[in-house]
């Protein structure tokens, strides 16, 4: 298994890059994503003035336990604050993903669009969209254009409990469309926690199994 969606002590998560790592590794995921808030509504601007220093510390984990798993680079950004400019272009090199969240309408899509090809040769996603007011067809239409890939997010396990619907098990009509399209998905526990870190995985694994889903490769 692995998790493609996790926060560290360099925006909102409250447990340290290694200590993730080593969790993950314990856990036997075979990959894990980094992808700290670097655009948030709600703040972690001064993030930015550490962004050389999050990536120094990506590198030297990578290189740590290349070994044992593989660590990808990447970053959760907010559609509804980020510009082009805001895009830390510098650092293309360092990233393996980039999350785009708080999609909320069509008028949202030409920024992604806009935001994405920016970032080739980046794999780019969708963070726990909700969906609402977005037509499916045309959304599966964007994302195949543009070759993004969506996220099966699990965080709700976590503060819901294991009996709480996930936000992807009420969407099944979104995620029926993805069959036989190039569309592609991702799996990510969201956790600002390393316990937090498998939370719901299994549960999203066998989702998409039963939906016939094809996961991104990195």
């Known amino acids: 298994m692995e998790s493609l969606h996790n926060h560290t ?18 856990s036997k995921l075979k990959t894990l994503a980094i992808t700290d808030h670097y655009e948030y509504f709600t703040g972690f601007f001064g993030f930015k003035s550490n962004i050389d220093i999050y990536f120094m510390v990506l590198r030297h984990l990578k290189k740590k336990y290349s070994k044992e798993i593989k660590i990808l680079a990447g970053l959760e950004i907010d559609l509804q604050v980020c510009e082009e400019a805001d895009l830390p272009m ?18 949202d899509l030409d920024r992604l669009a806009r935001l994405t090809r920016l970032l080739k040769p980046v794999k780019v996603g969708l963070a726990h969209p909700e969906l609402k007011d977005i037509d499916f067809g045309k959304l599966v ?10 996220e099966l997010n699990t965080s709700c396990y976590s503060y819901y409990g294991e009996k709480a619907p996930l936000t992807f098990e009420t969407q ?18 969201d956790a600002h926690l390393k316990d937090d870190l498998t939370a719901g995985l299994e549960r999203a ?7 016939d889903l094809v996961l991104i490769d990195f």
Do not use: C
Not at 91 to 107: H, P, Q, T, W
Not at 141 to 150: H, Q, R, Y
Not at 205 to 211: I, K, P, Q, S, T
């Open 205 to 211: 694994y066998d989702f998409a199994e039963r939906m």
């Open 9 to 26: 002590t360099f925006s909102d998560g409250r447990s340290l890059p290694e200590q993730l790592v080593k969790k993950a590794i314990e």
């Open 172 to 189: 099944e009509e979104f995620f029926k469309l993805l069959k036989g399209r190039p569309v592609k998905v991702s799996i990510g526990s």
């Open 141 to 150: 239409d964007f994302l195949e254009e543009n070759e993004i890939f969506v």
């Open 90 to 107: 510098e650092f293309i090199d360092d990233l393996d993903l980039v999350l785009f969240e708080r999609l909320e309408s069509y008028k």
